[in-house]
């Protein structure tokens, strides 16, 4: 496994150590319900933003309280294991907050990457990076690949 996962109490000794080492960091979160090209995409993305990717996975309960009924399809620690196995992926870290303005401030990347279902103005964080001093780069391709569509396509075809 190229990635490492850590527990959410090492974040900020995490990230104090990678600034100790020159090394530029970059922070991406997401549910990762359902690995898809979306997903690698934004990863691959956010990691050629710096010389670390550190991935937060929303919780389960973030994922119910974010996604609704029925859903995380899949329990962090498999979503976890699925997203460390990205060749893009240097660490990754569950996290039990809504959004990740927690995790931001003490891990203090440089960069914080969201998905192109956002823009700039439109990322929660934003605020949280802009007091760090960090950026904010919106990684991958074209929002056309959802776990939601997914879901919905596998709903449709079972059906038949």
Known sequence: ???????????????ERLRREGRRIVFANGCFELLHV?????????????????????SDRAVAALKGPGRPVLPAEARTELVAALA?????????????????????PHVHSKGTDYTVETVPEREVMKSL????????????????????????????
Request: aromatic share 4%.
């Open 1 to 15: 496994m190229s990635a490492q996962i850590i527990a959410r109490e090492e974040v900020k000794a995490l990230g």
């Open 38 to 58: 979306g997903h690698v995409r934004y990863l691959a993305d956010a990691r050629e933003q710096g010389d670390v990717l550190v991935v937060g996975v929303n």
């Open 88 to 108: 893009a992926v240097d660490y990754v870290v569950v996290f039990d907050d809504l959004t990740a303005e927690g995790i931001l401030r003490d891990l203090r």
């Open 133 to 160: 001093g960090g950026t904010i780069h919106i990684a991958g391709d074209a929002k056309r690949h959802s776990t939601r569509d997914l879901l919905s396509e596998m709903a449709r075809r079972a059906r038949r």
